[in-house]
């Protein structure tokens, strides 16, 4: 995290900047699962009071993304086994929803950025982080060609649940080529206006997601 400037401040206020930059330390892994959050260690790196980190972790808790604990005080949320399949089986269900949708209300533009944003994911760096912004644009892009406010909503609120789980599956051995080859394929059926088929493969595409992250986490958790 970096330290607050004077300009950050013109449109929003200390509450909400804080609140954004821990966010996003979570998302980009600064901050890892099960990480201890101490309001004086931030208000000094942000180069704020306590208050506005006071409230950001209040409002991150509400969402979920931070845990009080009664040992070690506030924490960025950790998943056991159970919580991870129950994230996946509820994101398999919205990103085959939102594959269907797409088939059947994608715009040409939406399916050129999409064909678009595949190249990039393939042309780009091998770096984790890298890949993971790829892959998160593809998937950012495919719900809004679903052109659903609703699903739309339910899945940036699950992908924040997800971004908080360590490393990302995409950047697993043999993975990065495999969910290439199931972009294409998805947006294909979008553009042959074929629902069903999206549907089936965005399954499978979170399905085998589900099973490398579930290999991806430590075996001392519980569940």
Sequence with gaps: MRL???DDFRNASRAELVYRALRAAIRDGEMAAGERLRETDIAEKLGVSRT????ALQRLTAEGLLSVTAGRGVIVTEFDKQQVLELYALREVLEGAAAAFAAERASETDIETLRHLIEEEARGSDEGRSLSAANRAFHAAL???A?????????????????LMQGTTIAAEGRRATAEAEHRAIVDAIERRDPTTAERIARDHIREARRIRLRMLPSSRPG
């Design 4 to 6: 607050l400037q004077p």
């Design 52 to 55: 506005p980190v006071r409230e």
């Design 143 to 145: 719900c809004e060609a």
């Design 147 to 163: 052109h659903n406010r609703y699903l739309t909503s339910a899945i940036n609120a699950l992908a924040d649940s997800i971004d």
